[in-house]
């Protein structure tokens, strides 16, 4: 799809989206525009930082609907760009874990993007670790995956710590300055 026709691509998908819920091809017109928005959306030169609006994605769950970032307004999300061949990742995540569990029914939650390209892979460290939300995405293209450009990635573990109407309030927090920031927040 070519930028210039994101509207007609937009309406497209929007009516699949009225007419088609829930269908294997509403989900691929939805993930198809969403995709084709992050590239127009870079190409333009929209900053990835914080006080700007998270760039929205759309990616498939490993049963393979498409979960927007979007939908998770309301709430503070931390999206974890992570992979399980990312050893720095996975010694992170005990730490994501604790304060997802601290902080879940205070209105927190983790949005995970996987840069895994085997499916088998994802899933078996999502379990291994033990990552109990249920917002897990991967289109399994690694760093091909248009999410990359979108947020600038240049590597793994990655997080931006996104506030409940969607604006970025702050970019590569891991470990105790995670933890200070999300204490920060909620114990206002």
């Known amino acids: 799809w070519d930028p210039k026709n994101l509207t007609i691509l937009a309406n497209v998908a929007k009516a699949y989206e009225a007419k088609y819920p ?10 198809q525009y969403t995709q084709v928005e992050m590239m127009y959306n870079q ?11 998270a760039p929205e994605i759309a990616l498939p769950r490993p049963n393979g609907t498409t979960l927007k970032l979007s939908s998770l307004r309301g709430s503070y999300v931390l999206i974890d760009f992570w992979a399980s061949w990312c050893g720095p990742c996975r010694r992170e995540n005990p730490n994501v874990i604790r304060l997802y569990n601290q902080y879940k029914d205070k209105g927190f939650t983790v949005y995970s993007v996987s ?19 249920p917002n897990h995405v991967s289109d399994l293209i690694r760093w091909n995956s248009p999410v990359v450009q979108a947020y600038k990635i240049e590597g793994i573990p990655h997080t931006v710590l996104v506030d ?17 920031k999300l204490k920060d927040i909620f114990s206002k």
């Open 43 to 53: 190409h333009l030169g929209n900053d990835v930082a914080v006080g700007k609006n």
């Open 115 to 133: 840069l895994d390209e085997n499916k088998d892979a994802w899933l078996g460290a999502i379990a291994a670790d033990g990552l109990v939300w």
């Open 22 to 31: 829930g269908a294997k091809m509403t989900e691929a017109m939805v993930t």
């Open 164 to 180: 409940p109407k969607g604006k970025i309030i702050d970019i590569g927090l891991r470990g105790a300055e995670l933890e200070q």
